[in-house]
């Protein structure tokens, strides 16, 4: 073993202190290669992760923590497991979010990206990029991540640039690229086209405005109401239901654009809801998605009547330069002064707001490079419809259907410098040569123009979510047939939150079949999102964000993972509790103070033999928790294999504590104590095996302390970490029932015997006499007699254990257990009668006074009428609980006689 890993086989701290072990554990890993998939030899399977890229400029928080906990387990799992495990770490250049940053260090120092210019603006955001790129990667390893860092991606590396120039190209040269003016979302505060997904729209209260369209020929008019009045300006038309006798006289006639005199056409057209407003729909096709369509439909002129800064432009007559906001005033108050306002409703209304940066963003019709999705997305279809992909949990994947039935072509231009520039060049004429260099645009150019034509390139980036789609083959080194694409490609599994399916999965999918001709993975695994403990979206003004490095500084990295693994499940949000991690780091102190204790109890000649066991040696607690064992092996990897991860550790958690640790080790002592050698040796041996076993079960969910716990104990295989170590495979035994149905009923004995000691208030370690009739059980008890006396602090030498009594003793608080087993406990001598007696009566009069009092209250009709319900109810439940304690101390008090 390396000298660098801080642990000494031989002397074991006397406390896991996670900041002592953590980082050095973590490097020894890497150092010695672990994380890297040759590390399990060139014939074994391929298990592939591509991690889902974060910000390269952000920093971690507890989304993150999430899927890094979920994949770590996945990789781990099946690296233990034998296959040739990578998971691929990398980062994304994430476009708005990173030019954001840099603006604003710009701003702060006077000056901005229009000012210094492209080419330096690209120099400084490259820069800030190596200033606090590492970051977020730095922050991924002390959550023990398992990457391997050698093949770390960016999204703008010198690689991936090229697979997406070859993306485009190919798509432009299928005409599935297309240049054209549609209606996108505009950001005015982030001058830049967002797409459909980067819309939220929220329910806000608005306005509803009626007013009136003047009749082209007539002093009538019609009325129409619209909840954003500053697009009138660019009204076409004037549609009407075709089959609503209110208007269908008017269809074919013009009405006049108000304070422009302009005129348009009253048309009529089945999308208008007769019952909406006045049933008459103005027609805005360049500021309204349906609009657009109805426009095209009928062969509408568009107007554009907003500049990018959501000002009006020359459109707008009068109103050119106003904002968009100060426009509605204005024109409606014009409006109202020429009597062609009718009345102003309130509305709750679906507001549309940039996810990013929060604004209203405006439909504007606007000339972008588009994706035709309709046959991309049939491919994406199929994919799912014939299992190539199993989408977890299967729920989403009717959601994922009706996405990409209902898709829109993709408008992938962005109005910003920082991303992959659009590989599209123009010549003097307009026209478009799309290339994968600009000398092989060049070339393509002068077979038109000659040798000496001067081309520009287009000034747009591409949408980050387009080179974020090739990710799972980008990373591999697509389009170059690499060594890693032919051995790691398609990738096994796609981990990520259900609220980017749309986002990034399903554009994932459709590239990796249209690009690759295979699926990029056969399953994708949804996870939710974190909340705090009361369900609430955790959030900086509320205060209840959850840093997860102080989480870690706190309560060690394992903990934390602990909690997140198994607190939820696939595709639902989870609440997280800072008691609840607490919990799972004294768990992760349980788990090392078990293995202190083994460890300090093996001996010096101790031999592990697991392969020689003889079986006729094992007495009956072995044979029960190796069943026990077993099972949980099975169970777990089943679990695992489902993606039950919560499940699967909530077992592990249940086996160490409730059965391993509380139980066998503590039957264990009373060999481990004792003077028989052959039975000291054979319980070492079981606790060493079912010690290792269930570490190497929970090393995917905390690998830190397992590691350093798993280094201490003696190992047939000569492993050399835990996390390289097989996974354990079951025996191919039946269950032993027998052991399991015995030992359910001693610890049944012991717990019910516990119980009545603590319900009395016997002290911990007072020996009590115990009459027990043991019925059909009498051979196993007394041969395991050993065990109730130590575990239930029962006095051996007053003990009577027998298959019946003739009668019980007096003054003996009894039980009947599993099987009929009859327990006899007589007060005498296990506690003071007496001052038993007297302390009784006084909790008696004490609650008796509580019962009246709130009786008392509940009688008070002012009190039942004027509290609130839940106060009421709460007062009941109250006095039902203080009923019950009093039955309960009356039984007691009774049997003293």
Known sequence: MPNELPIDPQNMAKAYEPAQFEEPIYNWWESNGFFKPEYAGPDAEPFVIAMPPPNVTGALHIGHAMPASIEDLLIRYHRMQGRAALWIPGTDHAGIATQLQVERALRAEGTSREEIGREEFLKRTWEWKEEYGGTITRQHRRLGVSCDWDRERFTMDEGLSKAVREAFVRLYEKGLIYRGEYLINWSPGLQTAVSDL??????????????????????????????????????TAVAV???????????????????????????????????????????????????????????????NVMTKKATINENGGRYQGL???????????????????????????????????????????????????????KKGLDAVASGEIQIIPERFTKIYNNWL????????????????????????????????????????????????????QDPDVLDTWFSSGLWPFSTLGWPETTDDLQRYYPNSVMETGYDILF??????????????????????????????????????????????????????????????????????????????????RNFCNKIWNATRFVVNNLGTAFDYGAATWNLSGL??????????????????????????????GRQLYDFFWSEFADWYIEIAKIRLYGADARAQATARRVLVYVLDKVLRLLHPYIPFVTEAAWQHLP?????????????????????????????????????????????????????IMAYIAAGDHFDMLFKHVEILESLARLDSSSLVLKPALTEPPAQAVSQVVSGGVEIFLPLTG?????????????????????????KGKLNNQGFVQKAPAAVVEKERERLADFELQLEKLQSQLDMLG
């Not at 729209?201 to 002093?219: C, T």
């Open 198 to 235: 980067e819309v939220e729209y929220f329910e806000e209260d608005g306005q509803l405005y009626y007013f009136k369209y003047m009749l082209a020929d007539s002093d009538q008019y019609v009325p129409v109401a619209t909840t954003r009045p500053e697009t009138i300006l660019g009204d």
């Open 241 to 303: 239901h075709p089959e609503d006798d209110r208007y269908q006289h008017l269809i074919g006639r013009h009405c006049v654009v108000p304070m422009l005199g302009r005129e348009i056409p009253i048309i009529a057209d089945e999308y208008v809801d007769r019952e909406f407003g006045t049933g008459a729909l103005k027609i805005t096709p360049g500021h309204d998605p349906n609009d657009f369509l109805i426009g095209k439909k009928h062969n509408l002129p568009i107007i």
């Open 323 to 377: 904002d968009r906001f100060e426009c509605r005033k204005k024109l409606w108050a014009d409006m109202k002064a020429r009597g062609l306002t009718l009345e102003v409703k309130p509305h709750r209304m679906q507001v549309p707001r940039s996810q990013r940066g929060g604004e209203i963003v405006e439909p504007m019709v606007s000339t972008q490079w588009f994706v035709k999705m309709e046959p991309l997305a």
């Open 405 to 456: 039935e209902n898709i829109r072509d993709w408008c992938i231009s962005r109005q910003l410098w920082w991303g992959h520039r659009i590989p599209a060049w123009y010549g003097p004429d307009g026209s478009i040569f799309v290339a994968h260099t600009e000398a092989e645009a060049y070339e393509q150019a002068s077979v038109k123009f000659g040798p000496d034509v001067k081309l520009k």
């Open 503 to 584: 986002f990034w999965v399903a554009r994932m999918i459709m590239s990796g079949l249209e690009y690759t001709g295979k699926a990029p993975f056969h399953t994708v695994y949804l996870h939710g999102l974190i909340r705090d403990e009361h369900g609430k979206k955790m959030s900086k003004t509320a205060g209840n964000v959850i840093d997860p490095l102080k989480v870690m500084d706190k309560y060690g990295t394992d903990a934390l993972r602990f909690t997140l693994l198994t607190g939820s499940s696939p595709g639902n949000d989870m609440n997280l509790s800072l008691d609840r991690i607490a919990a799972n």
């Open 619 to 648: 007495t009956m607690p072995d044979r029960w928790i190796l069943s026990r064992l077993n099972q949980l092996i099975i169970d777990v990897t089943r679990l695992i294999d489902n993606y039950n991860f919560g499940e699967a």
């Open 715 to 767: 190992r047939p295989d000569g492993d050399e970490a835990l996390m390289v170590a097989e996974w354990p495979g079951e025996r191919h035994t039946a269950p032993d029932e027998n052991a399991e149905t015995q030992m359910a009923l001693l610890i049944e004995i012991i717990r019910a015997i516990r119980n009545i000691r603590s319900e009395y208030n016997v002290e911990p370690g007072k020996r």
């Open 830 to 854: 296990m506690i003071d009668v007496n001052a038993e007696r007297t302390r009784l009566q006084k909790d008696l009069a004490q609650l008796e006074q509580r019962i009246s009092g709130s």
